[in-house]
């Protein structure tokens, strides 16, 4: 089983590139973004919950979010893999995947890291915001605050994986072929 985590900051281009590895890898597509966006469109307790969290920038709490990611990938047993998109957060949630993965006797087979520079997440999340409407994509605050969490917060993670040997990092500007070639040279390697 393939299962690649795709990591980087708000606006790296983890949902372009996601699709492509989708298609190319026949994999199911976790986003916790858009496990989020499901739930609070539909209104429920849970979705509430997430978006008051994620209109203000930070990040929905630990056990809400494994919660959902387990139920997900509890659903697609017949999965040729997963891409794990947004997730894990915390060093908290890397732990509780690799124990999931575990139970399913799998693991994460490789982490891929976006790498993009500050300002150039700045100008494609307002782009984004003007385009699609997502208010977390139109307040320069609230970017800020979201690109700042990721800094902060999330640095342990590419920690956690770097120390099983499983974090590679790719350049996250240029044109889109080109950093899904970057990404698939780096599966083809350890598949």
């Given at each position: 089983?393939?299962?690649?985590?795709?990591?980087?900051?708000?606006?790296?281009?983890?949902?372009?590139q996601?699709?492509?590895?989708?298609?190319k890898?026949?994999?199911?597509?976790?986003?916790?973004?858009d496990?989020?966006?499901?739930n609070?469109?539909?209104?429920?307790?849970?979705?509430?919950l997430?978006?008051?969290?994620?209109?203000?920038?930070?990040?929905?709490?630990?056990?809400?979010?494994?919660?959902?990611?387990?139920?997900?990938?509890?659903?697609?047993?017949?999965?040729?893999?997963?891409i794990?998109?947004?997730?894990?957060?915390?060093?908290?949630?890397?732990?509780?995947?690799?124990?999931?993965?575990?139970s399913?006797?799998?693991?994460?087979?490789?982490m891929?890291?976006?790498e993009?520079?500050?300002?150039?997440?700045?100008k494609?999340?307002?782009?984004?915001?003007?385009?699609?409407?997502?208010?977390?994509?139109?307040?320069?605050?609230?970017?800020?605050?979201?690109?700042?969490?990721?800094?902060?917060?999330?640095?342990?993670v590419?920690?956690?994986?770097?120390?099983?040997?499983?974090?590679k990092?790719?350049?996250?500007i240029?044109?889109?072929?080109?950093?899904?070639?970057?990404?698939?040279?780096?599966?083809?390697?350890?598949?």
């Amino acid at each position: 089983m393939l299962n690649i985590i795709l990591f980087g900051p708000p606006g790296a281009g983890k949902g372009t590139q996601s699709e492509k590895l989708i298609e190319k890898y026949k994999l199911k597509h976790l986003s916790t973004g858009d496990i989020f966006r499901a739930n609070i469109k539909g209104a429920t307790e849970l979705g509430t919950l997430a978006k008051s969290y994620m209109d203000k920038g930070q990040l929905v709490p630990d056990e809400v979010t494994i919660g959902m990611l387990e139920s997900e990938v509890n659903k697609n047993n017949d999965a040729n893999g997963f891409i794990f998109d947004g997730f894990p957060r915390t060093k908290v949630q890397a732990e509780a995947l690799d124990n999931l993965l575990k139970s399913k006797s799998t693991s994460i087979t490789i982490m891929l890291a976006l790498e993009v520079e500050e300002e150039e997440l700045k100008k494609r999340l307002l782009l984004r915001g003007k385009d699609s409407g997502r208010a977390d994509d139109q307040n320069p605050d609230v970017i800020q605050k979201r690109i700042d969490v990721y800094n902060n917060e999330t640095s342990p993670v590419k920690d956690y994986f770097t120390a099983q040997g499983k974090y590679k990092g790719i350049h996250g500007i240029g044109e889109i072929n080109e950093i899904f070639n970057s990404l698939c040279k780096e599966i083809d390697a350890v598949k």
